[in-house]
C-alpha cells in the first residue's frame, strides 16, 4: 500500500510515537511518500528503514497514495485535506495533539489502529464541505474548508457588523466580535465554543453562529446546506479578518462573501470500532463524574 504522511512539528516527547508509526508501516511493506517540508522536520531525528519518497504539491499524490496519514492534531489534519482536495484519498489522522476530533486515532492506539486499517477493517466517511464562491481572489485558487469560515473582527474595543442573507432572504445584521459559518464536522470546532449545536456528520446542514453577540436574544441558526450564503460586513473598521480553516485573508467592508456546499467531499478513514457518538462521549467527558 502507498501512504502519504504529512505534518508539521510536534513536541519531542511525541517523536517517538511517529518512530513507531514509520516502523510498523515499514514493517508491514507500505511505501511511504512525506510531505517535504515535514521530512526535513524529522529527518535529522530519527532513521528510516527504508527509502522515503518526498512530496511538496497536491497533485503528486493523485497516482502515488492510496490513503494518508494526518500526524499531530485537528490543525493538521485541516491543512492536510486542502492538500487531498477533490483527490478522494481517504485521509485518518493520528492525533498528537490535544482534543482531537478529526484526529481520531490516539498515540496508545497505532499498532492497533495500523493492523485494523492494513486489514481493511475500518469505514469511510463522507464529509461535506464549504466552498467560497466570491471573490475569487481572497485566497487563491479553489478555497473550501472542512470545518469553517469565520469573520472576525480587528480591533478589541469595537464591534463588527455582519449582515446575512440565506437565499437572498435577509437573515439578520449580527452586532457581534465576529460570526461562524460552520459544516456539520464543524459543528464541533468553533462554533461549538460560541454555544452553537452539534451537527452529527452526515446532516445535511449549516450551522450560522454569532460569536459573542451583542443582543443576547440571538441565537445559532441551522440551514439546509442547499442554501447560498450572502453576507456583507460593516462598523467602525474598515476590515475585518476571514478565516476558512486553516487560512486567513482581510477583507474591506466594500467586498461580500458568498458561499454554498462544496460540489464534492473528503473522505475520512475511521476503524469500525470508532463512532461519532462515542467520540463525543470520550471527548466531552460526557457521563463522567470529576469528583470521582
Known amino acids: 500500500m502507498r501512504i ?11 517523536l517517538e510515537y511517529f518512530k513507531l508509526l514509520v516502523q510498523r508501516l515499514e514493517e508491514s511493506g507500505c511505501e511511504l511518500l512525506i510531505w517535504e517540508p515535514f521530512h526535513e522536520f524529522v529527518k535529522d531525528k530519527m532513521v528510516f528503514g527504508k527509502q522515503t519518497h518526498q512530496f511538496n504539491q497536491a497533485s503528486i499524490l493523485l497516482s502515488k497514495a492510496d ?23 481517504p485521509v485518518v489522522g493520528i492525533n498528537l495533539g490535544r482534543m482531537g476530533f478529526l484526529s481520531s486515532i490516539p498515540r496508545n492506539s497505532i499498532i492497533p489502529a495500523i493492523s485494523d486499517i492494513l486489514g481493511g477493517r475500518y469505514r469511510i466517511e463522507k464529509r461535506s464541505m464549504i466552498a467560497l464562491e466570491s471573490p475569487t481572489d481572497l485566497f487563491g485558487g479553489e478555497v473550501f474548508a472542512l470545518n469553517e469560515l469565520s469573520i472576525n473582527k480587528i480591533e478589541a474595543s469595537s464591534m463588527v457588523v455582519v449582515q446575512v442573507w440565506v437565499d437572498e432572504h435577509y437573515l439578520n445584521s449580527y452586532w457581534a466580535d465576529g460570526l461562524i459559518v460552520a459544516t456539520p464536522t464543524g459543528s464541533t470546532a468553533y462554533s461549538l465554543s460560541c454555544n452553537g449545536p452539534i451537527l452529527t456528520p452526515d446532516s445535511r ?88
Open 4 to 14: 502519504a504522511i504529512f505534518g508539521k512539528s510536534f513536541n519531542p516527547e511525541a
Open 67 to 89: 490513503l494518508m496519514f494526518s500526524v499531530g492534531g485537528d490543525g493538521t489534519m485541516l491543512d492536510a485535506i486542502q492538500l487531498t482536495g477533490r483527490s478522494g484519498i
Open 205 to 292: 446542514n449549516f450551522v450560522i453562529t454569532p460569536i459573542a453577540p451583542h443582543n443576547l436574544t440571538v441565537r445559532p441558526v441551522v440551514i439546509p446546506d442547499s442554501s447560498r450564503i450572502r453576507i456583507r460586513v460593516d462598523g467602525r473598521d474598515k476590515q475585518a479578518l476571514v478565516r476558512m480553516d486553516s487560512r486567513v485573508a482581510m477583507i474591506n467592508h466594500d467586498q461580500e462573501l458568498i458561499l454554498h456546499k462544496a460540489d464534492f467531499e473528503v473522505n475520512l478513514l475511521h476503524r469500525n470500532e470508532e463512532d461519532f457518538f462515542s467520540t463525543l462521549r470520550a471527548k466531552l467527558n460526557w457521563g463522567k463524574d470529576i469528583r470521582n
